[in-house]
DNA sequence: GACAAGATTGACT
DNA sequence: GTCAATCTTGTCC
């Protein structure tokens, strides 16, 4: 699945589980939302301008975390994903809790209800406890800090896309996922995204 | 070495 | 709906 390109693996983590243990906590969420990165073609991607100590990690292997700093404040987790070399990526946007809630909670202090423990990029890492340790981790080790289950497919009907949230370039390109119609998707939500709207943007499922 | 921008969030009006 | 917080990274001189 990560050995696709950013384009076509971002619909397919949608449903993905994201499970990350410390010592005796195990965490875990689903992935309702995510965005594509390709380095070459989108100005939007971090890896665009070529390589970097900070991008780094999105020149390797695919199936390895991309974390890093936004505005100064939060964390943002992105999956690897393409051949190595090409720096393409997918952030998550969203996550949907099921274990280790409990365990969330002290970590989002601001959160009021489950559907908003983990809809955001930086929320969703300050509930599953993802931080700059985990730059460069191995998803796929089986045995790491972080991993990535295959949990429940989505099917492709059950998907809606839309504009990229938060960037200044290439605005316009439809490469944000989501799973239509739920709750934990992050805001703002276009339409097609979010619970009580399943029409699905004009630019349909796919691409 | 200095400066500007940023894949966000939450508080306030 | 609007705006401030906060600091790392990258670029420019």
């Known amino acids: 699945m990560l050995a696709l390109r950013p384009l076509h693996a971002a619909p397919a983590l949608l449903g993905a589980v994201l499970e990350v243990t410390s010592g005796p906590d195990r965490r875990s969420g689903r992935i309702v939302e995510v965005e594509a990165y390709e380095a070459a073609d989108d ?23 991309y974390v890093y700093r936004s505005y100064g ?19 998550i946007r969203a996550l949907e809790p099921l274990d280790g809630v409990e365990e969330m909670w002290p970590d ?6 489950s559907t908003d423990l983990a809809s955001g990029p930086g929320k969703l890492c300050a509930a599953l ?18 991993r990535l289950l295959t949990g429940t497919p989505v099917e492709p009907a059950g998907v809606v896309d839309g504009p990229r949230i938060g960037i200044t370039r290439a605005v316009e390109r439809p490469w944000r996922f989501a799973i239509a119609g739920n709750p934990h998707v992050s805001r ?20």
């Open 43 to 65: 100005p939007a991607s971090h890896a665009y301008r070529g390589r970097t100590p900070r991008n780094g990690v999105m020149f390797g292997p695919a199936g390895h975390l």
């Open 73 to 91: 404040i939060h964390w943002c987790a992105n999956i690897v994903c393409g051949p190595i070399g090409e720096a393409g990526a997918v952030l």
């Open 108 to 113: 989002r202090p601001k959160a009021r209800t």
């Open 129 to 146: 406890g993802i931080g700059g340790e985990h730059d460069g981790v191995d998803l796929l080790a089986g045995d790491g800090p972080v």
């Open 188 to 207: 703002p939500r276009p339409p097609g995204f979010g619970p009580g709207d399943r029409s699905a943007p004009a630019t349909g499922p796919h691409r």
